[in-house]
């Protein structure tokens, strides 16, 4: 069923034989710094106790290194890098900014419950 | 990559009608709403694992002690079988990658090879997903252990073999001075949980008792993850003292003084949240992962059926690359979060 009042945008996303040929190598260069990063979160996991004086820092490094992996994955391989402007912000801006203060409200609430456990019993 | 979305158009004319004003098609963005609204949902799910362990008052299951195990090679590789998973989950991801590229060239061959490539990805993960659940299901060889003072302790050690179990009196439908030599592992855990270990001598499911032969346990470190009269809290017993300990534990004859596994009463692990968030986050995510290459083979149907060819774009490819993406990016958070802090 063909319409003539929509517009079909992905008929122009083709690209050809060469542009694919440099596509494609950007793709195994991510790949490959996603692997690397995995190995080295793998390796501080196994390696490093929870014990140790480094750990807090270890924590923030896990953190760090999986943010980046996500920002690889979604402006990469979901090509939202190669959207417009207004696309990218109207996912990332929301999401970000909820997470943030969610993430905030958790910990405050969270506290709080902690030292109310302590403080009046379980 | 020409297209409308690489164009400058200025604002005037993205905003003011008959044009989608972020240069993509209808199904494209609603697909990227639905994915935002999911990340919300494990967003809230992952923030709620946060805090219920910042208040947990007993002690946390470690990531790197609890998830130590590989299929058919036993225990001693922490985290490994997980960072496994990981790898396979983001090279599913990169073959998705690839058969997106492959449509954008009109190579139906090429994006036919690299979505089955995403399939079989797929099904490796959910499989070994399904082989963690029953390992953490299982529990160890060693189980938790209710100490004499009432603290309660992990046990890290190699496990010495069950050899045989020796009838010394008959029961129902074993007879006396019969060798048992099979199922050993599994009738001696029941009994260690029913308290019929006495001493070296087990009273089996029919009622016959025997003697059990087995290898000393080596090398066994006891943690202490309950404070008790005596121990608190993170101490470590090892050594003899600590095999001596276990023993003791073993041979009581008291019921419920050792926990394997985890179930909907009590786990072996830790607090009873933790086996709750482990089962429903990676269970959640796990659902999304089946869904997930269901829909990628019905795709992969119709690009061999040649629909996608005849439209002139691989469009439904990218999206449900997009949904497939979305799957490995939760696993990221998850992999960080459950596995590593």
Known sequence: ????????????????????????????????????????????GAFIKQGSVIWPFIKWTFVILTLLKAGYIVLSFMHLGDERKALKYIILAPYIVFMLYLIFVAISEGTAVGDALVNYGV | MAGHASQDISATNLWDGKVSPFSTSYGKLMMWFFLVSDALTFGGLLVAYGFTRH?????????????????????GYPLL???????????????MVLAVEAGHRMDRKGVTKWLFATIIGGFFFV??????????????????????????????????????FTVIEAGKHHEKGEVITDDLMHQFQHAVVLGHIENGIITLHDGSKAKVAKAADEH??????????????????EGDKACNIYGEVINSGEANRVIYGANLEQNEYGPQQYGQFFFFITGFHGFHVFSGVMINIIILLGVIKGTYHKRGHYEMVEKTGLYWHFVDLVWVFVFTFFYLI
């Open chain 2, 220 to 237: 066994m470190v006891l943690i202490i993850k309950k404070t008790g009269k005596e121990n608190k809290i993170g101490d470590v017993i």
């Open chain 2, 81 to 95: 079988y997980v960072a496994l998973m990981t790898f396979i989950l983001i090279v599913s991801s990169v073959t």
């Open chain 2, 55 to 75: 208040d947990a008052l007993d002690a946390w299951p470690i990531g790197e002690e609890t998830f130590n195990s590989m299929p058919f090679l036993g225990h």
């Open chain 2, 127 to 164: 499989g070994s997903q399904a082989w963690e659940w029953s390992h953490f299901i299982h529990g160890s060889e060693f189980g938790k252990v209710e100490l004499a003072d009432g603290s309660q302790a992990i046990v890290k050690g190699h496990f010495g073999e069950l050899k045989n």
């Open chain 1, 1 to 44: 069923m063909e319409r003539d009042d929509v517009i079909e945008y992905s008929l122009d996303a083709h690209h050809s034989e060469e542009e694919g040929k440099v596509l494609r190598k950007k793709i195994w260069k991510v790949t490959a710094i996603l692997t690397v990063v995995t190995i080295v979160e793998v390796a501080l």
